[in-house]
């Protein structure tokens, strides 16, 4: 069982930068895929970004490429999301998640097992 608590939301002004964390008390963590996506009002939830369990493989949304970076420590069972430049648009709850096998569908909700509670990120003005 891998359980996912994410953290480092908050409010930012435009142009600002935040860093989220979601870190597993799950020994397996580090073996796993780990992704983030996120869900505004009224509007399904998207996929923002994933990385391999080697770090080997990431992949981006195009609406967050060149400003958002995933990385992981597996040493921490950590995985984080840095967001810079950060625009009005990128509010949203921003969920992290873990799946064992790096699916070729990683941009749907589907192909994750596991899932955090989420983090609200808002910027504004």
């Known amino acids: 069982q891998v359980q996912l608590v994410e953290s480092g939301g908050g409010l930012v002004q435009p142009g600002g930068s935040l860093r989220l964390s979601c870190e597993s008390s799950g020994r397996t963590f580090s073996s796993y895929a780990a992704g983030w996506f996120r869900q505004a009002p009224r509007k399904e939830r998207e996929f923002v970004a994933v990385?391999?369990?080697?770090?080997?493989?990431?992949r981006y949304a195009e609406s967050v490429k060149g400003r958002f970076t995933i990385s992981r420590d597996n040493a921490k069972n950590t995985a984080y999301l840095q967001m810079n430049s950060l625009k009005p648009e990128d509010t949203a709850v921003y969920y992290c998640?873990?799946?064992?096998?790096?699916?070729?569908?990683?941009?749907?909700?589907?192909?994750?097992?596991?899932w955090g509670q989420g983090t609200q990120v808002t910027v504004s003005s």
């Open positions: 990385i391999s369990w080697n770090e080997v493989s990431t």
């Open positions: 998640a873990a799946s064992e096998y790096y699916s070729s569908n990683y941009y749907h909700t589907s192909a994750w097992d596991y």
